[in-house]
């Protein structure tokens, strides 16, 4: 927390400073130039990163699909997860690790007594189905601000208990989706826990984002500098695989 304030007062100086260095250059003819181009950029990139917080269409109650179906994986085939659901998953861990300056270890309980955010949204699936659901849990920019996310961290990769074809299912994003404010850690749809077919007890909702980079069955959030080391390298399972873009904003 004290490190994100002052890391935002730090910018705000470095901002007057860049200000104060401006001006002075304006007063030469090349110096005005060159800061109407810089401010073109400025402009750009603002617009770009405004584009990307833009928030995913919510819909009403009304809208709710009766039915949202299970697509990938439709539970985690190990005897570990089926002695959890007989404890309602009492205890199921979300690890968050890697660069951040409070590792944590967070139950179900931790994650439920968290701030919570309601959004009903669309799901489209690039195999060409789409579904609307409630989905309800903490932002992820709330978990990432208790862990202390470190400056030289360029992503957030998802880890998932389940096995798909032999291989772990994993995701990543990068920091604008996932301090995104609907990018939630759900655990709930449709006002009741998840069902197992949408990924119990915790999974991602990334409503920026196709349905493949919805982590189901989430273990761990690990903060990391590059994608490189992780699975091969495309940063997901289906990148890995299939080709499927990385970027999959929506
Ligand atoms: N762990 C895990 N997460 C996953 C998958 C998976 O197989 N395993 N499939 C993805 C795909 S392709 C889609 S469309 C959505 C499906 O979510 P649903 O089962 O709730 O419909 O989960 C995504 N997240
Ligand atoms: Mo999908």
Partial sequence: MNGSIGRRGVLSGMGLLFLGACSKVADTKIGGSMLDSAEKWHRKIHRSLSDRMALAREYTKADISPNFRGNGSRTVDTPEYAAAIETGFADWRLEVRGLVDHPM?????????????TQITRHDCVEGWSAIGEWTGPQLSTILEAAGVQDSAKFVVFRCADTLAGSRYYESVDMVDAYHPQTIVAHALNGEPLPVKNGAPLRMRIERQLGYKHAKYLTAIELVDSLEDIGDGEGGYWEDRSGYQWYAGI
Avoid: A, K
């Avoid at 967070?106 to 919570?116: A, C, H, V, Y």
């Fill in 105 to 117: 270890s967070l139950s179900l309980d931790n994650i439920r007594r968290l701030p919570q955010r």
